[in-house]
């Protein structure tokens, strides 16, 4: 304000009228007035370059200032805006979390059967296995068998032979007793026939318990002989 009080003293200073082309003197005029003046204007102008230099740097603080609330304020309008998108999406975001939830708990039923499967699929393993080792056993049983069966016919075979020699060594043995008692009662048989054709009797004969009975006793006797013996009679 001061400033522009000056400017329009010294603009009433220069419409000073002029008359008949002379100037007024005022006796009591400073004579260092105008440069006190010019000194004053100076200091205002000086002041006025300084406050405008101020003002500039304020000017451009305030302008940093604005830019930086405007990019904070756009920064949040943008989260806003994602914020309201986000809102906005929410029913369509709920309604993919219901449908992971069923597909999760379809996955959880899929799990347990696949689990319950597994569970049964170890069972028939177990299963197949312990019917291949029975089958096994019993292969090896009835290779067990069909070797056991070998060696019992062959010891069956083995034992036939012997029995077989047995009987024919004790068939020899019987038929050299008969043939020793054949010849035992043969002569026992002479020796009747020569005592009954010298005295006419035959002398008792001592039975032993222990002796072979009659059926199995064959005599081997001439028929020529006996023949003979009945035809004298």
Request: proline residues 2%.
């Amino acid at each position: 304000m001061d400033m522009l009080n000056n400017l329009r003293d010294l603009l009433n200073v220069k419409n000073v009228p002029v008359i008949s082309g002379e100037i007024p003197i005022n006796n009591k005029i400073n004579p260092d007035a105008a440069g006190e003046l010019l000194e004053h204007f100076h200091k205002q102008w000086e002041e006025v370059h300084n406050n405008n230099e101020t003002n500039a740097n304020l000017a451009d603080q305030a302008a940093d200032a604005i830019g930086n609330i405007h990019l904070y304020i756009t920064s949040q309008n943008e989260h806003i805006t994602a914020i309201n998108q986000l809102l906005t999406s929410l029913p369509t975001l709920q309604n993919t979390l219901q449908t992971c939830n069923s597909q999760i708990q379809q996955l959880c039923k899929s799990f347990e059967q696949v689990e319950e499967d597994l569970l049964r699929f170890e069972d028939v393993i177990e299963q197949c296995e312990l019917e291949k080792k029975k089958n096994n056993h019993r292969y090896q049983l009835a290779l067990y068998e069909e070797k056991k069966m070998a060696n019992l016919e062959i010891l069956r075979a083995e034992l036939s032979k012997k029995h077989e020699q047995e009987v024919m060594e004790n068939e020899v043995k019987k038929r050299e007793a008969m043939q020793e008692r054949q010849l035992v009662f043969q002569d026992a048989f002479k020796t009747d026939l020569e005592t009954y054709k010298a005295l006419g009797t035959i002398p008792k004969i001592q039975v032993n318990q222990s002796s072979a009975l009659l059926e199995e006793i064959q005599l081997d006797i001439d028929d020529k002989e006996l023949m003979d013996f009945l035809d004298e009679k």
